[in-house]
């Protein structure tokens, strides 16, 4: 058994899309619309085969907010040098660093960003 995918509810489904591609380098397949749901999608494959469902309507409006639920999607980028290179990249261009890069009490190499929307991801050295 393994995760399929996971589905994201987004603001802006393009400059999320280009986020993705252009940090994480991900396939994206065609856009999926559905007109009589007003719904609008893009899967992104990563490398690995894992797939993010990115997903928007114009209904959706409610923030994220800090709760019970998902906390964050963790990406194995490489190694610690990998890491630190992405979270520089990341950082210079304006996204936000929430902590790290640091080795955490159980021995993993991360650091957190936010994506263009505020979503947390943990960059991780695999």
Known sequence: MRI???GLWTKDLEKMKDFYQRYFHVTSGEQYHNSSKKFT???LTFDSGSRLELMHREDISK???EGFGYAHLAL???NKSKVDDL???LTSDGYELINGPR???D???EAVIEDPEGNLIELMAD
């Open 4 to 6: 399929e995918h996971i």
């Open 103 to 105: 080795t955490t009490g």
């Open 41 to 43: 999608s893009y899967f």
């Open 107 to 109: 021995g993993y190499y």
């Open 87 to 89: 979270v520089s990249r």
């Open 63 to 65: 923030p994220a907010t």
């Open 76 to 78: 194995a980028v490489g």
